[in-house]
């Protein structure tokens, strides 16, 4: 029962539904309603997740039945133990994923605390870019872009949050095609990287980027 299988993005859907439930005890005074917004909690927590055992989804189901913010708290923090942290990576792994990019500044790796860690990214802002890490199927894919602030908020394409956005604009190469023949994908991302990790609920938005615009 120890063993960690709960990922950053799942555990913010799991908050995500501890503040749905709480949110819905202080203003519904109505039980059936109660009752059904906790039912729905907790199937919506447990569907996160893959191959659960027995033990690990009665655990995690205990999100049902919480009443006081106290109860909710501790239930979250108990469960930090059993995070899955980003997979372990060093400053030279990540220079080897950018060798075109002379002096790549890279954020100080122990300051971080990778249990909260879904994307590993960082802002060069003296050369207007975003460099993002994913570790997927046992290895690393980093993707450098450029980043244009737009001055104005709405949906992140990875945590579908509302929250400030930019540009990111993003060089691409097809498969056999010349080296002429460069072309460039673009999506709106959030601005503050920090609160997209703290708030992504799903990975799947995000894979399927990264993969669209890896280089061949």
Wanted: hydrophobic share 40%; charged share 20%.
């Amino acid at each position: 029962m120890n063993t960690p299988f709960i990922r950053n993005h799942q555990l913010n859907v799991i908050k995500k539904q501890t503040e749905f439930v709480q949110n819905t005890l202080r203003t519904v005074a109505d039980r059936r309603v109660l009752e059904t917004v906790r039912y729905r909690a907790a199937v919506t927590v447990v569907e996160a997740f893959a191959g659960l055992s027995m033990e690990q989804q009665k655990m995690l189901e205990q999100i049902s039945v919480f009443e006081s913010g106290y109860d909710f708290q501790r239930f979250i923090d108990s469960l930090e133990p059993l995070m899955v942290p980003y997979p372990g990576i060093t400053l030279k792994q990540i220079q080897k994923l950018f060798p075109k990019t002379k002096k790549l500044r890279v954020p100080d790796l122990s300051t971080i605390d990778f249990r909260y860690v879904t994307y590993l990214s960082w802002v060069d802002i003296a050369a207007n870019k975003l460099f993002i890490v994913y570790p997927h199927e046992g290895q690393f894919i980093g993707i450098e872009g450029r980043l244009i602030p737009t001055n104005k908020k709405g949906y992140c394409l990875f945590c579908n949050r509302h929250q400030e956005l930019a540009f990111l604009s993003v060089s691409t190469k097809p498969v056999h095609a010349s080296q002429d023949n460069i072309a460039s994908v673009g999506q709106y991302v959030c601005m503050d990287n920090h609160a997209c990790n703290h708030s992504i609920t799903s990975t799947e938005a995000l894979e399927k980027f990264i993969l669209s615009v890896r280089k061949s």
